[in-house]
């Protein structure tokens, strides 16, 4: 499975980053971390793809 088909939840974001789920939405809604995917209700998460170009773009800038 490539990751332009993989998507990631918060839980998991979380854990990648060794933050707590609350870091991970709080920086979602001040613009630090892409956007999330509704997916369904209740159901929301990220494309790692878009994780991954994230990084890589904050990784440049460092």
Same mark, same amino acid.
């Given at each position: 499975? #490539?990751?332009? $088909? #993989?998507?990631?939840?918060? +839980?998991?974001?979380?854990?990648?980053? !060794? %933050? !707590? =789920? !609350?870091t991970i939405?709080?920086?979602?809604? $001040? *613009?630090?971390? #892409? @956007?999330? %995917? @509704?997916? !369904?209700? *209740?159901? +929301? =998460?990220?494309?790692?793809?878009?994780? &991954?170009?994230? &990084?890589a773009e @904050?990784?440049?800038?460092?």
């Open positions: 499975m #490539t990751s332009h $088909n #993989t998507y990631l939840a918060d +839980t998991q974001l979380a854990d990648r980053y !060794s %933050v !707590s =789920r !609350s939405w709080r920086w979602s809604h $001040n *613009g630090r971390l #892409t @956007k999330p %995917v @509704k997916i !369904s209700p *209740g159901c +929301t =998460r990220w494309r790692l793809a878009d994780i &991954e170009a994230w &990084e @904050k990784l440049s800038h460092d």
